[in-house]
Nanobody, 122 residues
């Protein structure tokens, strides 16, 4: 009914930049705080950054100062600008958002994207 679709991953050299996008589509009534998470091989999924509906942001210590999360409420899209990338940023990046649909009443559904791979390597 609703989905999140990420794009923008790829291979980049250390010190480089990438911009991830995540667009929500479907029968959407409202979207709560949106976030990016990542999962490296052999590790648990971890929070990268979140942004509230009013623009308040939270960052993981490992990415603070290098990554910037933003959202376009009119387009139901969240972005992650990643600068000064390091090999340890290599992971599958997932978008997440609680979404209320036209048929879910007041209930928010926890929706995850399919993930996009970011590889930082020379």
């Amino acid at each position: 009914q609703v989905q999140l679709v990420e794009s923008g991953g790829g291979l980049v050299q250390p010190g480089g930049s990438l911009r991830l996008s995540c667009a929500a589509s479907g029968s959407i009534s409202s979207i709560g705080a949106m976030g990016w998470y990542r999962q490296a091989p052999g590790k648990q999924r971890e929070l990268v950054a979140t942004i509230s509906t009013t623009g308040t942001t939270v960052y993981a210590v490992a990415v603070k100062g290098r990554f910037t999360i933003s959202r376009d409420n009119a387009e139901n899209t969240v972005y992650l600008q990643m600068n000064s990338l390091k090999p340890e940023d290599t992971a599958v990046y997932y978008c997440h958002a609680p979404i209320r649909t036209t048929t879910s009443g007041y209930r928010y559904l926890e929706v995850w994207g399919q993930g996009t791979l970011v590889t930082v390597s020379s």
